[in-house]
């Protein structure tokens, strides 16, 4: 079973809307990690955001905020205000402890922002 | 503070040939990885390292082997090349723990002809 679910392969959004990229996850350890990464058509792997399993709120930088629902087990990024330069891949990931803290990736998100 | 950079960019083999991908992080992680990038299947770990002169075997890693001599870099080999081993690599590094990103080299496309 994937431990990482990206079930959206693609999606378009109008350039100054938001966007919500979805995320699951299967874990039954307490302690993990969520994150998400950008990869733009360059290439680079870019980190965005991070949740942690013990944090109350939900985390934000910026234009970007992580949605978790805990009992769900999701973790879905949102973009607010979508910008062209937003056009990209977008990979969940997750760590946790008993899995040694090696990450596992979900297969991802391709993102194109419309002007 | 260059971060995590790859060696080389690009490389053609053919069938049967050797190469070997380098990686080196300048962060004092001890955390090391190498992934694989084909379309539509994200990113596959091959083998990884969690500390210097340890190896460990990911998702994919028939056909690959690694080393990791000295805690800033982390080597990458593949003995007998084949067409299935065309792909994007990335190298990554990170501590440990649940709550550390990865960082990641700005990978190398491998083509097998």
């Known amino acids: 079973a994937q431990k990482i679910t990206q079930t959206q392969p693609g999606m378009f959004v109008q350039e100054k809307e938001a966007v919500t990229l979805d995320c699951t996850y299967d874990?039954?350890?307490?302690?993990?990690?969520l994150f998400w990464y950008k990869q733009p058509s360059s290439g680079e792997m870019i980190f965005l955001i991070y949740?942690?399993?013990?944090?109350?709120q939900n985390a934000t930088e910026g234009r970007y905020s992580l949605n978790f629902q805990k009992a769900r087990k999701s973790a879905n990024l949102v973009i607010s205000a979508s910008q062209l330069g937003d056009s990209a891949m977008y990979f969940c990931?997750?760590?946790?402890?008993?899995?040694?803290?090696?990450?596992?990736f979900g297969r991802g998100t391709s993102l194109i922002v419309h002007p | 503070n260059a971060g995590v950079t790859q060696t080389p960019k690009f490389r053609v083999l053919k069938t049967g040939q050797s190469m070997t991908l380098l990686c080196a992080q300048d962060?004092?992680?001890?955390?090391m990885y190498w992934y694989r990038q084909d379309p539509g299947m994200g990113l596959r770990l091959i083998h990884y390292?969690?500390?210097?002169?340890?190896?460990a075997k990911g998702e994919v890693p028939d056909g690959y082997n690694v080393s990791r001599l000295k805690k800033q870099n982390f080597l990458l080999g593949l003995e007998s090349a084949a067409p299935s081993q065309t792909s994007v690599y990335f190298c990554?590094?990170?501590?440990?723990?649940?709550?550390?990103?990865?960082?990641f080299g700005p990978g190398t496309r491998l083509t097998v002809t």
């Open positions: 990554a590094s990170s501590s440990g723990g649940v709550g550390y990103e990865q960082y």
């Open positions: 874990t039954s350890d307490p302690s993990y990690g």
């Open positions: 949740q942690g399993s013990y944090d109350q």
């Open positions: 990931a997750m760590r946790e402890t008993g899995g040694s803290y090696i990450p596992t």
């Open positions: 962060m004092n992680h001890e955390y």
């Open positions: 390292s969690v500390g210097e002169g340890t190896t």
